[in-house]
């Protein structure tokens, strides 16, 4: 039971104001052996406290240009004239070493992830309604109006896609939610499909016997 | 919330020897508000003790053959020159009272019951390696050499479409095994397949915020 199986690759998304980054701290803080962040290569500058390696790996526009000329980006974006993207390399090794890796993206990117590794687990963070995301957005209070309804409108768009994840997490205590985060990973590891190395070893162990060795 | 959601059909197979018959009781006795288990029908005749309705659904050859013809089971077979079947309408019932049901059925029954109803949640439980098993079989003390070898080789058997199911359950300790099939169906209400109509409630509710309602 105790060698090492390789990690899950998990992404979790979920609409502005769902908490879906206090829970995913919350969910590191926990569990910091089970799981690890993937962090994203970016071409914006640093902000002040950030540091490389930390919150982005930081790189110029050629170095990231070279990044996804060798494959090097598990998926990318341009955003506002600056790209964001998903490091392979580190992704890679922390699921080699049986860390699930959980990588903050939005649907588009999530949906490219899936579609290029398949196995990919698809989390998705809501309110329980409309309403409370409306609430969060406002009680934020660094928003105006304006930037809450361009919010709701994203959220709108975003709904669109949400059959596409695996699944739908609730998010109504943070407590709550990072529990069930946690347990639906868990689970994940008993799926059939991820444990074709036991299933191999039983059927060989079983032929024997059936034999009478 | 509240609201009552439909409950799960659950299969519920394993080994002969993976302990699953005491997995399922403990799991009932623990949480008897969410489950019930199905019960099947039979033709061959009641044991002492056993009481109709209860352990069985006793029924005449007439009644069980007046049953496939109504199509009033969900699957059904002959073993030994008796029918044994699972009726739809108990099942039914259950479902729509938001219960998860669980059916225990071998192989072969748990497959026609996923072809007819894909949502069906298949759980296959297994000891930890083909030695254990072997021990157990040994163990009970009920059954000769050669009843042992031909389970095993039946377990060897099974254990070629063990890929269809959907998870795969380790039985080290009933109690660890308990929690964990109850932790996996109660994960499994969270799926984005099994949660339309909140998809559905949502996405209306944002479109008429991004509206400026």
Same mark, same amino acid.
């Given at each position: 039971?105790?060698?090492? /199986?390789?990690? @899950? %690759? ?9 908490? $879906? ?5 919350? !969910? #590191? ?69 049986? /860390?699930?890796? @959980? %990588? ?9 992830? $899936? ?5 990919? !687990? #698809? ?91």
């Amino acid at each position: 039971m105790s060698q090492k /199986k390789r990690g @899950i %690759l998990i992404v979790f998304s979920g609409f502005s104001g769902s908490g $879906k980054g206090t829970v995913m701290k919350e !969910l #590191l803080l926990c569990y910091p052996d089970r799981y690890a962040l993937s962090i994203s290569a970016t071409t914006r500058k640093p902000r002040a406290l950030e540091e490389d390696g930390r919150e982005y790996f930081f790189k110029t526009k050629e170095q990231f240009e070279e990044m996804i000329a060798k494959n090097e980006l598990i998926e990318y974006a341009l955003y506002v004239e600056n790209y964001y993207g998903t490091p392979k390399e580190y992704v890679e090794k922390q699921l080699e070493a049986g /860390k699930d890796v @959980i %990588l903050e993206i939005e649907i588009q990117g999530a949906l490219k992830v $899936k579609q290029r590794f398949p196995d990919t !687990l #698809l989390l998705f963070v809501t309110p329980q309604n409309a309403d409370i995301l409306k609430e969060r957005l406002i009680g934020r209070g660094t928003e105006s109006e304006e930037v809450v309804y361009q919010r709701l409108s994203q959220a709108s768009e975003e709904a669109l896609r949400v059959e596409e994840y695996d699944y739908l997490i609730i998010n109504d205590t943070i407590e709550d939610c990072v529990k069930e985060v946690h347990s639906i990973i868990q689970n994940e590891h008993r799926r059939v499909s991820r444990n074709q190395e036991f299933i191999n070893r039983m059927k060989e162990e079983l032929k024997r016997f059936s034999k009478g060795e």
